[in-house]
């Protein structure tokens, strides 16, 4: 069974679109994240929700929202795709925050 | 506010050859520390851990890490590299409670040759 899961694993799209990632998690962990990882294998946090409730919110443009519906899922939507955004998208999870975190296979979105 | 430094950006070593990966850390109290490893197109897989106890830490695939307080550092070592360890490996550090996700450095890629 995979513990974080993510779809899809590919996202490729044009300028101006709107689109959404997945995450789900099976290893019952009350914390969730999202990363962006640039080109240079750069990670930075996007977001953290701790039993549904958003903990971190890092300088992101506001046409990032996540969502968590549940403690096992987080989804990311992102609005008026830019260039920019173009990177590989990680979810992770941990029991807690400040824990050791367990990453999902990653998205990687292309804008074109 | 904690934070992690990886000062080597590339190492390349030989097939066969030991391996020293460096970390250094910057934390008021006593770090939680990690290294995870990230193969090329893969996400970060969780190498080894420390939260306290015995300094000198085993993990997966055959990787060792010595916690050092007096040099706030956390080096990773590998005895023999094999060709299937090139990758991009992460320190972390996390702190002990409190809403604050773990820091990761910038990472280190290394390459291994024949």
């Known amino acids: 069974d995979t513990a974080v899961s993510q779809t899809p694993k590919y996202l490729v799209t044009q300028m101006g679109n709107d689109k959404s990632i997945k995450c789900e998690q099976n290893?019952?962990?009350?914390?969730m994240y999202w990363y962006k990882q640039d080109s240079k294998k750069f990670l930075k946090i996007m977001f953290s929700?701790?039993?549904?409730?958003?903990?971190i919110n890092e300088t992101v443009p506001n046409r990032f929202s996540p969502k968590s519906p549940d403690k096992a899922h987080l989804n990311l939507h992102i609005n008026s795709l830019e260039l920019g955004d173009s990177a590989v998208y990680f979810c992770?999870?941990?029991?807690?925050?400040?824990?050791?975190?367990?990453f999902g296979p990653g998205t990687r979105l292309t804008v074109t | 506010a904690q934070s992690v430094t990886q000062p080597d950006i590339h190492i390349t070593v030989s097939e066969g050859a030991s391996l020293e990966l460096r970390c250094n850390y910057s934390?008021?109290?006593?770090?939680?520390l990690f290294w995870y490893v990230q193969s090329p197109g893969q996400g970060l897989q969780l190498l080894l851990k420390?939260?306290?106890?015995?300094?000198l830490v085993q993990g997966i695939k055959g990787f060792e890490a010595e916690f050092k307080r007096s040099q706030s550092s956390f080096n990773l070592r590998k005895p023999s590299v094999h060709w299937s360890d090139a990758a991009e490996y992460f320190c972390?550090?996390?702190?002990?409670?409190?809403?604050?996700?773990?820091?990761f450095g910038k990472g280190t890629r290394l390459s291994v040759i024949a």
């Open positions: 992770a999870s941990s029991y807690r925050p400040g824990a050791e975190q367990y």
């Open positions: 290893l019952g962990h009350d914390t």
């Open positions: 929700y701790n039993n549904k409730e958003l903990i």
């Open positions: 934390y008021g109290a006593t770090p939680y």
């Open positions: 420390y939260f306290s106890g015995d300094t």
């Open positions: 972390a550090v996390g702190a002990g409670s409190g809403n604050t996700p773990l820091v």
